[in-house]
């Protein structure tokens, strides 16, 4: 962290290290936190199609939390990407020893939510650098992940591949990608940001279609066509409506 950076954290408000602290919570130990228990019992698809779901509940909210309203045309974008969603995975068959992993994905949801509502505010008002926001929040939702793992599931053992994965997921699916991601909400609002994170949808079946050889049937190319069109209307919509 700059010189300039260590300025800004010796002159937070004790205001701001709260709101950073229930950011780091939120969006790192309970929203990262239930999707890994998910993952537990869930296939990843399940997973993922679930938190297509958090662009709702960011919508609903995001006037009162943030005055920031959602138009009727991006209500039309949000809908449209969320059912194409439903399409794709039809038809969705969940066993009932995998309840336990619904809750928990459903609590990752709204965690989820209400961390993109939070970032924003943070990300508009605090004044501070996308890498400042992000270190403070992670560091403090990282370690208190860490603690609740350690404590329930132990460290195990780890050869040097796993190691190498997680020192992957650290630096790339962590460090880089939430700093990105608190560097959009400084422009975007967090209905928008939230939209986007539903592209990981035809990113991921892209991927597994590359690298694993799963071929797509034309009910879900369809529905990852629909996705792109919902996510494509949101964000031309800001443009016109700014």
């Given at each position: 962290m700059k010189s300039t950076h260590r300025q800004l954290v010796k002159n937070l408000s004790k205001s701001t290290w709260l709101q950073l602290i229930l950011l780091g919570m939120v969006f790192y130990t309970f929203t990262q936190g239930a999707q890994f228990i998910g993952l537990a019992f869930l296939p990843a698809a399940t997973v993922t199609h679930l938190l297509n779901f958090s662009p709702i509940f960011v919508a609903i909210t995001s006037g009162i939390v943030n005055k920031e309203g959602t138009t009727f045309t991006q209500w039309m974008g949000i809908l449209l990407s969320v059912a194409s969603a439903i399409i794709?995975?039809?038809?969705?068959?969940?066993?009932?020893?995998?309840?336990?992993?619904?809750?928990?994905?459903?609590?990752?949801?709204?965690?989820?939510?209400?961390?993109?509502?939070?970032?924003?505010?943070?990300?508009?008002?605090?004044?501070?650098?996308?890498?400042?926001?992000?270190?403070?929040s992670m560091g403090i939702g990282g370690v208190l992940l860490l603690i609740a793992g350690a404590?329930?599931?132990?460290?195990?053992?780890?050869?040097?591949?796993?190691?190498?994965?997680?020192?992957?997921?650290?630096?790339?699916?962590?460090?880089?990608?939430?700093?990105?991601?608190?560097?959009?909400?400084?422009?975007?609002?967090?209905?928008?940001?939230?939209?986007?994170?539903?592209?990981?949808?035809?990113?991921?079946?892209?991927?597994?279609?590359?690298?694993?050889?799963?071929?797509?049937?034309?009910?879900?190319?369809?529905?990852?066509?629909?996705?792109?069109?919902?996510?494509?209307?949101?964000?031309?919509?800001?443009?016109?409506?700014?």
């Open positions: 794709y995975f039809l038809p969705l068959s969940i066993p009932a020893n995998q309840i336990i992993g619904l809750v928990a994905v459903f609590v990752g949801v709204l965690a989820n939510a209400s961390s993109s509502l939070l970032g924003r505010k943070i990300n508009t008002q605090s004044g501070l650098p996308a890498i400042v926001i992000t270190t403070i404590t329930t599931q132990g460290f195990g053992q780890l050869d040097w591949l796993q190691w190498l994965i997680i020192v992957w997921l650290a630096v790339v699916n962590t460090a880089i990608a939430f700093t990105l991601w608190n560097k959009s909400l400084q422009s975007l609002t967090a209905v928008e940001s939230s939209i986007i994170n539903n592209t990981m949808l035809p990113q991921i079946a892209i991927l597994a279609w590359v690298f694993l050889d799963e071929a797509l049937i034309l009910r879900q190319i369809i529905g990852l066509g629909l996705v792109t069109i919902g996510i494509v209307i949101v964000q031309v919509w800001r443009g016109k409506k700014r």
